[in-house]
């Protein structure tokens, strides 16, 4: 069996796209001023690592309206779902090799 750490995914370093996966792995979608205030970041740093997850096809965008107000709305694709419980199960065992 591989190393865990090999199979850690180098997209979920960051404690932002950490978040943001874990909030969507948890709701069925989130918006960006959910996203923003759980993770605590700025409108800038949070579009960013969004684009990032994206472009990985690891998340969809969905634009739409609340009223007159434009709502952006967050999804994990299957993909990312996948891709992020494989990165889980490889910390949990790294985690667990150290006990």
Do not use: W
């Amino acid at each position: 069996m591989k190393n865990p750490i090999e199979q850690l995914n180098k997209i979920f370093d960051s404690r932002v796209r950490l978040g943001i996966m874990s909030a969507l792995i948890i709701n069925e979608s989130i918006n960006f001023n959910e996203l923003k205030e759980l993770i605590d970041v700025t409108d800038g740093n949070l579009a960013s690592h969004l684009k990032t997850l994206e472009e990985k096809g690891y998340i969809k965008v969905q634009k739409g309206f609340l009223g007159r107000k434009t709502n952006t709305t967050y999804l994990i694709t299957k993909s990312g779902s996948q891709s992020f419980k494989l990165h889980l199960d490889a910390l949990e065992r790294m985690i667990r090799s150290v006990k």
